[in-house]
C-alpha cells in the first residue's frame, strides 16, 4: 500500500469511530459499471455492488441522466410539505409489479432499516397487536428495533444493551445446519408456548433469501406453512426483501418465485442504483392503518432517488436483467460446482438466480480467498452465522468478458487456497 492510501488510512484512525469496520484498505477514484478504480488507478471487477445496491451497475447512463435531469429542476421539498408526481408515478409503478394480493400502496423512506421499521409500525396499527417474529441468521438493520430483529448478535448487537421488547426468533430453515422445515415451524409454535401467544403476534418478518445469514434460501413449503399459520392466528406476513429486490433472484421481487404472496414487503438497496431510498409495499388496507402523519420522514422519496429509481425499473426491464441474472447466476454456479471436484473446503452451493453463495468449512478459508481475489483485482464479500460464505453481488449488467475474467481469478484464489492447506496438513 503506498503514502496515498496510507496517509489517508492514518487520517481516517483520527477523524472517525472504529466503530464503522471498513473492508479495503485502499479508497475508490471513480468507478463504471461493474468496475472501481482506486486512487492509484489500480482496477477492481466489483463483485460487492455496494453491498446489493449496484445490480444496475455503477453510474448506468439512464441513472445518470434522470439524476441529472431532476437536478435541474429541484433536490428537495420533502413530500409531506410540497409533494411531487414522480413519487406517486413510482409507487404506482410498484403497485403494479410488486406480488400482493388485491390492490396495493407504497410508502419510501431512506434506509433499508427505515423500511422494516415502518413495516411494523403499519402491521402493528393494522393488527393492534406489538408481537413480532423472525428468524436466526436474519439481517433487518442497524437501528434498535432493527437490531432486535436480526438473529445475529455479534457485531450487530454487541456492546448495545437492552433491545425493544416483543421480539422473538426462530429458526431458520437450512440444509447444511441441519434445519428442517418441520423444525422451524416447531420453533414458532414454541414461541406460541413459552414466549407470546399468536394473538398478541402482529407479523412475521422474514428474507425470502437471507442476505447476511450466509443466502439461505427459504423452501417453498416453509413459506406456503408460514402463509397458513399466519392466515391461522390473524398475523401479517412481512417479505424483507431489502437485498433480494430488484432482478437479483431473476424475478423483480424474491417473492415471485413462491405460490404464496406477503402482506407486505420491504425494498431499498438496489430500487434507487446508488442513490438512497427505501419503500413498504402492501395490500392498500394494511397500508392504510395509520393516521395521517404516522408515516414519512424528512428525507423520505427523497426525488434525486425517486428519480433514480424509475430509472431503474425502465434498465431492468428494457435491458431484461432479470433473465441475465438466471444466465450470470447459472454460469457461476457451474464454476463452483467445478471447483467443489477437487476442493474439500466447500460444503454448500446455493442461491437464487444471481444471488450465489458457496460455503466454505471456515471462514479462515473464506477469508483467504477473499484476500487472493482482492490481489488479482477482485473485490468479493464474506457473510453466514460463521463468516464462513462468500456471496456474489456483481452487477447483472457486467459485460460477460469480465465476468469470466472474474471467475478465473475465483478458480485460482481456489487452487491457490488449497494447495496452502495442503502443505500445512502434510
Same mark, same amino acid.
Given at each position: 500500500?503506498?503514502?496515498? %492510501?496510507?496517509?489517508?488510512?492514518?487520517?481516517?484512525?483520527q477523524a472517525t469511530p472504529r466503530g464503522v469496520g471498513i473492508m479495503c484498505s485502499w479508497y475508490v477514484e471513480r468507478a463504471e459499471n461493474a468496475t472501481l478504480w482506486d486512487m492509484d488507478g489500480r482496477e477492481y471487477t466489483?463483485?460487492?455492488?455496494?453491498?446489493?445496491?449496484?445490480?444496475?451497475?455503477?453510474? %448506468?447512463?439512464?441513472?445518470?441522466?434522470?439524476?441529472?435531469?431532476?437536478?435541474?429542476?429541484?433536490?428537495?421539498?420533502?413530500?409531506?410539505?410540497?409533494?411531487?408526481?414522480?413519487?406517486?408515478?413510482?409507487?404506482?409503478?410498484?403497485?403494479?409489479?410488486?406480488?400482493?394480493?388485491?390492490?396495493?400502496?407504497?410508502?419510501?423512506?431512506?434506509?433499508?432499516?427505515?423500511?422494516?421499521?415502518?413495516?411494523?409500525?403499519?402491521?402493528?396499527?393494522?393488527?393492534?397487536?406489538?408481537?413480532?417474529?423472525?428468524?436466526?441468521?436474519?439481517?433487518?438493520?442497524?437501528?434498535?428495533?432493527?437490531?432486535?430483529?436480526?438473529?445475529?448478535?455479534?457485531?450487530?448487537?454487541?456492546?448495545?444493551?437492552?433491545?425493544?421488547?416483543?421480539?422473538?426468533?426462530?429458526?431458520?430453515?437450512?440444509?447444511?445446519?441441519?434445519?428442517?422445515?418441520?423444525?422451524?415451524?416447531?420453533?414458532?409454535?414454541?414461541?406460541?408456548?413459552?414466549?407470546?401467544?399468536?394473538?398478541?403476534?402482529?407479523?412475521?418478518?422474514?428474507?425470502?433469501?437471507?442476505? *447476511?445469514?450466509?443466502?439461505?434460501?427459504?423452501?417453498?413449503?416453509?413459506?406456503?406453512?408460514?402463509?397458513?399459520?399466519?392466515?391461522?392466528?390473524?398475523?401479517?406476513?412481512i417479505a424483507d426483501e431489502v437485498q433480494t429486490g430488484f432482478a437479483r433472484t431473476g424475478q423483480l421481487f424474491a417473492m415471485q418465485h413462491y405460490s404464496i404472496k406477503a402482506d407486505m414487503i420491504t425494498m431499498a438497496k438496489?430500487?434507487?442504483?446508488?442513490?438512497?431510498?427505501?419503500?413498504?409495499?402492501?395490500?392498500?388496507?394494511?397500508?392504510?392503518?395509520?393516521?395521517?402523519?404516522?408515516?414519512?420522514?424528512?428525507?423520505?422519496?427523497?426525488?434525486?432517488?425517486?428519480?433514480?429509481?424509475?430509472?431503474?425499473?425502465?434498465?431492468?426491464?428494457?435491458?431484461?436483467?432479470?433473465?441475465?441474472?438466471?444466465?450470470?447466476?447459472?454460469?457461476?454456479?457451474?464454476?463452483?460446482?467445478?471447483?467443489?471436484?477437487?476442493?474439500?473446503?466447500?460444503?454448500?452451493?446455493?442461491?437464487?438466480?444471481?444471488?450465489?453463495?458457496?460455503?466454505?468449512?471456515?471462514?479462515?478459508?473464506?477469508?483467504?480467498?477473499? *484476500?487472493?481475489?482482492?490481489?488479482?483485482?477482485?473485490?468479493?464479500?464474506?457473510?453466514?452465522?460463521?463468516?464462513?460464505?462468500?456471496?456474489?453481488?456483481?452487477?447483472?449488467?457486467?459485460?460477460?468478458?469480465?465476468?469470466?475474467?472474474?471467475?478465473?481469478?475465483?478458480?485460482?484464489?481456489?487452487?491457490?487456497?488449497?494447495?496452502?492447506?495442503?502443505?500445512?496438513?502434510?
Amino acid at each position: 500500500m503506498d503514502s496515498k %492510501h496510507t496517509d489517508i488510512n492514518s487520517r481516517k484512525q483520527q477523524a472517525t469511530p472504529r466503530g464503522v469496520g471498513i473492508m479495503c484498505s485502499w479508497y475508490v477514484e471513480r468507478a463504471e459499471n461493474a468496475t472501481l478504480w482506486d486512487m492509484d488507478g489500480r482496477e477492481y471487477t466489483d463483485f460487492a455492488g455496494g453491498i446489493a445496491v449496484l445490480n444496475t451497475g455503477h453510474r %448506468h447512463p439512464k441513472v445518470i441522466a434522470a439524476v441529472t435531469e431532476q437536478l435541474g429542476k429541484f433536490t428537495h421539498t420533502a413530500y409531506q410539505v410540497a409533494p411531487y408526481e414522480s413519487y406517486v408515478s413510482l409507487a404506482e409503478r410498484i403497485n403494479q409489479r410488486a406480488p400482493i394480493e388485491g390492490p396495493a400502496k407504497t410508502a419510501f423512506f431512506t434506509t433499508g432499516a427505515e423500511a422494516v421499521e415502518n413495516a411494523v409500525k403499519i402491521a402493528r396499527a393494522a393488527t393492534g397487536r406489538y408481537g413480532i417474529i423472525t428468524f436466526s441468521g436474519g439481517f433487518h438493520g442497524r437501528t434498535f428495533m432493527t437490531m432486535a430483529m436480526t438473529g445475529k448478535t455479534a457485531p450487530y448487537k454487541r456492546d448495545f444493551g437492552v433491545m425493544p421488547a416483543g421480539v422473538f426468533h426462530g429458526r431458520y430453515p437450512s440444509q447444511s445446519q441441519g434445519i428442517s422445515v418441520d423444525d422451524a415451524m416447531e420453533s414458532i409454535e414454541n414461541i406460541f408456548s413459552t414466549d407470546m401467544v399468536p394473538q398478541d403476534v402482529a407479523a412475521i418478518v422474514l428474507e425470502p433469501v437471507q442476505g *447476511e445469514g450466509g443466502f439461505n434460501v427459504a423452501p417453498q413449503e416453509f413459506l406456503v406453512r408460514l402463509r397458513e399459520l399466519c392466515d391461522q392466528h390473524g398475523i401479517l406476513l412481512i417479505a424483507d426483501e431489502v437485498q433480494t429486490g430488484f432482478a437479483r433472484t431473476g424475478q423483480l421481487f424474491a417473492m415471485q418465485h413462491y405460490s404464496i404472496k406477503a402482506d407486505m414487503i420491504t425494498m431499498a438497496k438496489s430500487l434507487g442504483g446508488g442513490f438512497p431510498i427505501s419503500g413498504v409495499v402492501g395490500r392498500a388496507e394494511i397500508m392504510d392503518a395509520p393516521n395521517p402523519g404516522g408515516l414519512g420522514g424528512t428525507y423520505a422519496g427523497n426525488p434525486l432517488a425517486v428519480a433514480a429509481a424509475h430509472a431503474v425499473i425502465d434498465v431492468i426491464e428494457e435491458e431484461q436483467l432479470c433473465e441475465r441474472a438466471h444466465v450470470l447466476g447459472s454460469q457461476l454456479i457451474k464454476t463452483l460446482e467445478q471447483l467443489k471436484v477437487t476442493s474439500s473446503m466447500i460444503q454448500d452451493i446455493r442461491g437464487l438466480g444471481s444471488m450465489v453463495a458457496v460455503e466454505l468449512e471456515y471462514a479462515e478459508q473464506a477469508k483467504a480467498i477473499q *484476500e487472493y481475489a482482492m490481489s488479482q483485482g477482485l473485490l468479493l464479500l464474506t457473510c453466514g452465522k460463521s463468516a464462513n460464505v462468500i456471496r456474489f453481488l456483481y452487477p447483472l449488467t457486467i459485460p460477460a468478458e469480465q465476468f469470466q475474467k472474474a471467475l478465473d481469478i475465483l478458480k485460482a484464489g481456489f487452487t491457490a487456497v488449497t494447495q496452502q492447506n495442503l502443505e500445512r496438513s502434510a
